[in-house]
RNA sequence: GUACUGUUGUUG
């Protein structure tokens, strides 16, 4: 039974759910009586792929065949929830388990906490924070990186860095992870000052500075529009041992881009190609917008073709921001053409692919066209905003 | 003998 778990979980791990219910379904056929781990690793597997139904169907089995669920396997769901956003759920699930007798434990509260930080309960997962503690619970750097994320993300820098404070001088152990954490919500703000005293104290503690905490930094100078900065600090990054990887020339791409400096951006594409890396759909993206910024909108389209032929895919926000490009010139009919084409494809237009439509449409006067796609876009679902 | 959680990149 241990090796059929194991080799569950291998191919819970590598996505091929195929594979894991074939070995679950030939360890029954053996005899072999499932165990909670089992079923934890099958749960795990249809979460990570998003697919709730079939985890939670995974977990009532096990107690349809008298097995008693643990704290990790509770864990293993909540995540789930989580990963698609089902705060109610998880809510759901932690008063039940506490219902029936079980302790939570730091990583049950760490989930509930990012729960509730991704829907944007900062406010509540402050109080859960203040409570886990007396529940026997310790926060951990887990504990603590959730939560100035989400304070962060909130836009609640001030109290990011209080709790951040908080943990430092309490003497958690803490990580880099938690480092970074705190790094993105003040490079998010600009201040840069901030950002490289932070920097000193990660090295003053005795981390390195690792490639994400280069990249947060590379990112937040690119968007206030100072790509030179940005290549300045990916120059830093390297001299200082820390190897670029794939995300750090997206990043480098996408600054030249924004900034309309396409000759740069394209030029940092032949060196990531010249390092060995393999650019996806979204440098690409990050390339067409440079383009378009530089008013280089036939280029523009070649790049289109191009990316497919490097075998990158288009995906929504390549049309998005093609068809905003048009739209912006007035040029609605290939901005139309472009729209059937994405449907064609099988790739589901969004609420921003409506909305760069029906904003090009306006342009033209054509309210009634207008006044259609919007009624489109909610018979597909999509969300208004 | 086997498990669960946190940080960076593209479009309006």
């Known amino acids: 039974r241990f090796a059929y778990n194991v080799i569950i979980r291998y191919f819970g791990h590598s996505g091929q759910l ?76 932690f008063a039940e388990l506490k219902k029936r007798g079980f302790r939570p434990s730091v990583v049950t509260y760490n989930i509930l906490l990012d729960s509730l930080c991704s829907a944007g309960r900062v406010r509540a997962a402050k109080k859960v924070f203040n ?11 887990y504990t603590y990186s959730t939560l100035v994320n989400g304070l962060g993300k909130a836009g609640r820098v001030e109290e990011a ?42 090295s003053r503690k005795g981390f390195r500075p690792d490639a994400i905490s280069f990249n947060t930094i590379m990112d937040a100078l690119g968007k206030c529009n100072k790509p030179d900065a940005a290549h300045e600090v990916f120059g830093r990054m390297v001299e ?11 990043i480098l791409i996408d600054s030249y881009a924004r900034f309309g400096d396409a000759a740069r951006a394209r030029q940092t594409l032949e060196e990531m190609l ?9 440098t690409y993206n990050s390339l067409i917008h440079g383009l378009g910024m530089d008013g280089q909108v036939d280029e523009a389209f070649a790049l289109f073709e191009e990316m497919e032929s490097k075998g990158c895919s288009p995906d929504v926000v390549t049309y998005n921001r093609l068809m905003d490009m048009l739209g912006k010139r007035g040029e609605n009919k290939k901005a139309a053409l472009l729209f059937q084409q994405m449907k064609d494809r099988g790739i589901k237009p969004d609420t921003i692919s409506y909305t760069v439509r029906i904003d090009g449409i306006a342009y033209d006067d054509r309210l009634d066209d207008a006044l259609m796609l919007f009624k489109e876009m909610k018979a597909m679902g999509c969300a208004v905003d």
């Not at 409570?131 to 750097?141: F, I, N, V, Y």
């Not at 041992?241 to 997206?250: A, F, Q, R």
Request: glycine share 10%; net charge negative.
């Open 240 to 250: 200082s041992g820390c190897k670029p990887d794939l995300i750090s020339y997206n």
């Open 161 to 202: 860095h209080k709790v951040h404070r908080e943990m430092v001088d309490g003497g958690v152990v803490v990580d880099l992870v938690t480092y970074n954490s705190l790094l993105v919500t003040l490079a998010k703000t600009g201040n840069m000052e901030r950002v490289w005293k932070l920097m000193k104290e990660i």
């Open 274 to 282: 010249d390092e060995g890396f393999v650019p996806e759909t979204k």
């Open 18 to 93: 195929d594979l894991a219910m074939e070995t679950f379904r030939e360890m029954k056929g053996m005899g072999l009586e499932p165990d909670v781990y089992t079923y934890g690793f099958l749960v795990n597997a249809f979460g990570k792929a998003g697919r709730v139904q079939e985890a939670r169907k995974f977990f009532d089995d096990m107690r349809d065949r008298g097995l008693t669920p643990n704290i990790p396997t509770y864990n293993l769901l909540m995540d789930t929830f989580r990963k698609v956003g089902q705060l109610d759920a998880a809510l759901e699930l």
């Open 131 to 141: 409570k886990m503690a007396g529940d026997g619970c310790t926060p951990d750097s």
